[in-house]
């Protein structure tokens, strides 16, 4: 089986399974507790929270452990809004590709009374800072941009961002769960407020992530009934997820740079693969986008009949986001950089690991065009697309 769903998940990693488990044996102590065995995991939850924020360049009081992801986004939005409201401001901004979890935590924070304003998507999917700055208004209490969009791989101009809203004295969040470990990412440098991650996306184990938030800027709770996380997150902590998600980042961001320079050859190999079959589409900009990460539209096919044919053939993809698998809808964020529905719903996304080699590519490459080639031989949209009763729109 050929994997590129790294988007989706990751495979944890060995020293990640390691460690996980040997905390577990060795370390299963409540970290809350004062005798030995509490003490003990106690220090394994402080190292990983130091690892952590050395690795993107924060101080680990200003790491608080959630989850995942959707957590982490909950959490640092309905925050900014809270205080927000308290100097009554409430108006948000944000983009129409956003992941869902910021998504639908801003539908509901307009229930309560906030302007949500969704910044328009570039067709190339890159978000343009000025325009950033022209929607910010003297009620705006949060930016919130993610760092790299999960579909279509779409790198945004974050530190640009981060620097208006500094300017404008606006809290800035970004959505980096696609980026950490990915690409370079340093919460000083690049001029971020909070930051939501989860292990998963980088060979840590699944249901543990992290929020950085910056020194001065007051949490909300969503989880009551405890003092962990110096009050701000309930619950006992996943002690041996947190120690394997401090490996896996560590792991990872020591060989970043060695790793994107194989991922981004083996992508623009698929990149230019794929192009060659008729009436397609490269989804986002060609360059600006994670090392990893192939998004094409095909015209004239269904997204869902590609996937199980490709399966079929040994090859694990998807039509985009895995929070979304069992939506008939197109992809939002497709629609956002301009795809028509039609067009969208033929989409497929690769996310790859550097264990896919060029043999590998050269596969899925020849896969793809033989399944694209045997769809479109019945489709009926195809045909007249062909007979001329349709007009391309790709």
């Not at 809350?32 to 190292?47: D, F, T």
């Not at 208006?164 to 980026?179: G, L, P, S």
């Not at 994670?290 to 997204?303: A, D, K, R, S, Y």
Request: hydrophobic share 40%; aromatic share 4%.
């Amino acid at each position: 089986m050929i994997y590129a769903d790294n988007a989706a998940t990751t495979k944890m990693s060995e020293a990640a399974v390691n460690i996980m488990t040997e905390v577990i044996r060795d370390n299963w102590g409540n970290p809350s507790s004062l005798y030995m065995h509490g003490q003990r995991a106690k220090e394994v939850l402080e190292k990983a929270r130091e690892d952590i924020a050395e690795l993107i360049g924060a101080s680990p009081r200003e790491i608080f452990f959630t989850s995942g992801g959707s957590e982490s986004d909950n959490q640092a939005i309905v925050s900014a809004a809270l205080l927000g409201r308290e100097k009554g401001k409430k108006h948000i901004i944000s983009t129409a590709f956003e992941h869902h979890a910021v998504l639908h935590t801003l539908e509901k924070l307009k229930k309560d009374g906030f302007e949500v304003t969704l910044l328009p998507v570039h067709e190339n999917g890159i978000i343009i800072p000025s325009e950033v700055e022209s929607a910010i208004r003297d009620d705006t209490c949060l930016v919130t941009v993610m760092h790299a969009n999960n579909e279509i791989g779409t790198v945004q101009p974050v530190r640009e961002i981060g620097e208006i809203c500094r300017r404008k004295n606006v809290i800035f969040h970004t959505d980096a769960v696609q980026a950490v470990a990915h690409i370079p990412v340093n919460v000083v440098s690049d001029n971020i407020d909070m930051m939501s991650a989860s292990a998963h996306k980088f060979h840590g184990p699944k249901g543990v992530g992290f929020l950085y938030v910056k020194k001065g800027i007051r949490l909300s709770n969503l989880i009551e009934g405890g003092a962990q996380e110096r009050g701000k997150r309930a619950g006992t902590e996943n002690v041996p997820g947190i120690a394997a998600m401090a490996r896996a980042l560590k792991d990872e961001c020591a060989v970043m740079e060695k790793n994107a320079a194989y991922l981004i050859k083996i992508r623009d190999r698929l990149i230019k693969g794929l192009s060659e079959i008729e009436h397609s589409a490269l989804n986002g900009d060609p360059v600006r986008r994670l090392p990893g990460n192939v998004n094409f539209c095909f015209e004239g096919i269904e997204g869902e009949a590609l996937l199980l044919l490709l399966d079929s053939k040994g090859i694990a993809a998807s039509s985009g986001s895995a929070c979304t698998s069992g939506s008939l809808d197109p992809s939002h964020v497709l629609l956002a950089i301009g795809r028509v529905h039609d067009v969208a719903h033929g989409s497929l996304r690769l996310s790859i690991g550097t264990d896919i080699t060029e043999e590998d590519a050269d596969y899925i490459i020849n896969s793809v065009k033989e399944v694209t080639a045997y769809l479109r031989g019945f489709s009926p949209v195809w045909r007249d697309l062909m007979t001329g009763k349709a007009e391309h729109i790709i």
